[in-house]
């Protein structure tokens, strides 16, 4: 297959070069995307790399990673490129890792890969006990709001993809900056491809983020609630309705009913200043035990529903 690795290129002139340096013979293509650079990393790329792969792409404004990435994938697919490989131009991302992001892509168990630091016990020592406990919560809402309960590190940009599968999404929608990543697996569930992670070290040296938490933070959770529920409505109610569909329905109108019976028996006995009968307490009670035991379900039932079988693989055998 041909493979292609996109590098997003902003106020990385210190370390792209060595990041380029470092891809290895199997890529065909390296596509360095200048999104904006003040600093002109397109241009110094062009003046100092003898790399006969890498073809610098212009953005006429930045778009964030997400906008550089996208431009990178139209050109892959353009190109007829087979993988496009997500590396950042930071040399946060080893190069020589790329063979175990692609691995599961050529032996068709996979559709789009991505690294996860919290696979190994000894690859996150050196993590800051802060952002460790920021990539827990986000990791738990990511699965909740993506659906791929099977994966960790969802803020982790190295990825690779085949560009079968990104050809069916609608790419100009995807996020453009800090939520691309996530985003990015929310459009993946909708056409039930199957994703992967892949181990890797965390790496932090001299790295500062420039992500600010109390900015973003109800910005992400917004987008989150907006992805689960759209993820339900598509997954449940559109695209199929089965048994997972029976059990969120039948739990929310027992909850509904539940919560409803014993908060009006409850104002009713203080106005009235009478104790509620054992009877009324438990019509109030069964439906919101049973209502849970149904929203249970529901999650367990969505746990297993992870995409198992590669889209790729339809699409080679249509095409």
């Known amino acids: 297959m041909r493979i292609a690795v996109a590098i997003p290129c902003y106020k990385v002139t210190r370390h792209v070069l060595e990041v380029i340096a470092g891809i290895g013979p199997d890529v ?14 397109g241009r110094f790329i062009e003046e100092n790399t003898r790399d006969a792969r890498v073809r610098v792409l212009y953005n006429p404004q930045n778009r ?14 353009a190109d007829g490129m087979d993988i496009v490989v997500k590396i950042d131009g930071d040399g946060q991302m080893n190069p020589a890792l790329l063979p175990q992001f692609v691995r599961p892509l050529l032996r068709g168990e996979a559709d789009y890969t991505k690294g996860n630091r919290f696979f190994r016990p000894e690859s996150v020592q050196g993590m800051p006990p802060v952002r460790l406990f920021g990539n827990a919560v986000l990791s738990f809402m990511t699965k909740l709001s993506c659906g791929y309960w ?4 969802p803020t982790n940009g190295y990825t690779a993809a085949r560009t079968c599968v990104l050809a069916e999404l609608p790419l100009d929608k995807l996020e453009q900056r800090y939520f691309f990543e996530t ?11 199957v994703v992967k ?4 070290d965390a790496v932090y040296a001299n790295e500062q983020s420039h992500l600010e938490v109390g900015r973003v933070l109800p910005e992400f959770l917004l987008k989150h609630a907006s992805r689960l529920w759209r993820r339900y409505i598509y997954s449940y109610l559109v695209r199929d309705f089965n048994v997972g569909s029976l059990y969120s329905l039948a739990g ?5 009913f539940g919560l409803s019976f014993g908060i009006y028996g409850w104002i009713n006995g203080v106005l009235h200043a009478e104790p509620a009968t054992s009877g009324t ?3 109030a009670a069964l439906p919101v035990i049973v209502g849970i035991q149904c929203w249970i ?4 039932h969505d746990v297993s529903n992870v995409p198992v079988e590669p889209l790729s693989r339809l699409l080679d055998e249509a095409a």
Do not use: Q, W
């Open 28 to 41: 065909e293509v390296v596509y360095a995307v200048d999104d904006a650079c003040p600093d002109g990393s």
């Open 64 to 77: 964030g990673v997400g906008g550089a990435i996208v431009t990178a994938y139209k050109a892959a697919i």
């Open 150 to 153: 099977n994966i960790m590190d």
């Open 183 to 193: 985003d990015m697996l929310f459009r993946l569930n909708t056409v039930r491809a």
């Open 197 to 200: 992670d892949v181990p890797m």
């Open 252 to 256: 929310l109108a027992l909850l509904s």
């Open 281 to 283: 307490v438990m019509l």
């Open 297 to 300: 379900a529901f999650l367990h």
